[in-house]
């Protein structure tokens, strides 16, 4: 029922299939994990009650992209999967310092990563992920970070983004690169919004994303409250990159139906809707859906206005816009 899908909000690391993760490990001469221990180490189960916890399963993923046959390898892979799943454009994010452990230079990384590109597979751009953490642990690497985005802007990479733990590390913190990322003239798409550190810091995070000028923000959900928050992202044309599973698994909704869709639609704030993390979750984009059109009754055509604003609030060149839109007018059946 779902197809011409577009995802924007797909972290490489959290999406690594079984299957995908048993040829990586061997390629990187890891040991080999049978099907149900690579589910262990990378699926949130009842264990995850937080994004603290959650983000915990990146490691044996990340461990996987330390060389640079297996960062190509590990995207065209994805390509592949995401395309049988139906989908027609991707943007794919990653922090490159994560995969710095065995020795190869930020630039060997994100050019790696932009070898698995391939657009008779999949059109797709990468966003280049910034992490949260202390000044001394990442200040440098983030910086470093913006500096290879704006090398390879428009070469496969499209903008930049900010991951890892709100709760420890605050957005507002970030102040300073993101002006940096402004001067060298890098779009940046932050998450915010998706824990809730102290009462009220959820608002606090998307306000600062926003002024800090943000294009698109990474879930946002816990800020919406505020009306404040409401009327910044509406007057300033500022999407909201909603991932429903991901929310619920990190637990800052009880249920998909918790999901604010009627809140945005009446303050006029665009949104897409994406996984996140396919592996990590137990989810796909077309599975995204199918659980929407269950919980909210979306009609087909419903589906496809999401997936035109998508187009439109993606870092997709105007050609592939053009192109994008025309396939999932004929797909949905609308002029
Ligand atoms: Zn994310």
Do not use: W
Not at 5 to 31: C, W
Not at 240 to 264: A, G, R, Y
Not at 314 to 331: P, V, W
């Amino acid at each position: 029922m779902f197809g011409a899908l577009i995802d924007l909000h797909l972290h490489l690391d959290g999406s690594i299939s079984l299957e995908s993760a048993r040829q990586l490990a061997a390629m990187q001469n890891m040991p080999e994990l049978s099907k149900e221990q690579i589910r262990s180490v990378m699926v949130a189960g009842s264990d995850c009650h937080s994004l603290n916890d959650f983000l915990k399963k990146f490691a044996y993923p990340c461990s996987l992209l330390q060389t640079e046959a297996t960062i190509t390898k590990s995207i065209n892979n994805l390509l592949h999967e995401l395309r049988d799943d139906g989908l027609i454009y991707v943007e794919i994010r990653f922090a490159p310092q994560l995969s710095m452990r065995g020795g190869l230079s930020m630039q060997q990384v994100v050019e790696a990563a932009i070898a698995g590109l391939d657009d008779k597979v999949l059109p797709a751009n990468l966003i280049a992920s910034l992490m949260r953490g202390t000044h001394d642990e990442v200040y440098e690497l983030n910086k470093q970070t913006l500096e290879i985005a704006k090398q390879y802007l428009g070469q496969g990479v499209v903008a930049a983004d900010l991951a890892g733990s709100e709760t420890k590390y605050s957005t507002q913190d970030y102040e300073e690169l993101f002006a940096y990322a402004r001067q060298l003239g890098v779009p940046f798409v932050l998450h915010a919004g998706e824990s809730e550190y102290v009462k009220g810091a959820g608002a606090k995070s998307v306000l600062d994303a926003i002024s800090m000028g943000a294009v698109r923000i990474g879930h946002g959900i816990l800020g919406l409250k505020d009306p404040n928050v409401l009327s910044e992202l509406a007057s300033r044309n500022i999407s909201l990159e909603i991932c429903p599973s991901s929310n619920v698994c990190t637990n800052i909704i009880n249920t998909i139906t918790d999901l604010p869709f009627e809140t945005l639609q009446k303050a006029g704030v665009k949104y897409s809707i994406n996984t996140d993390d396919m592996m990590i979750i137990g989810t796909t984009l077309r599975k995204e859906y199918e659980i929407l059109s269950q919980s909210f009754n979306i009609t087909p055509h419903q589906v496809a206005s999401l997936l035109l604003t998508a187009v439109d609030v993606s870092f997709a060149s105007e050609e592939l816009k053009q192109s994008l839109r025309h396939q999932i007018k004929e797909y949905y059946g609308c002029e």
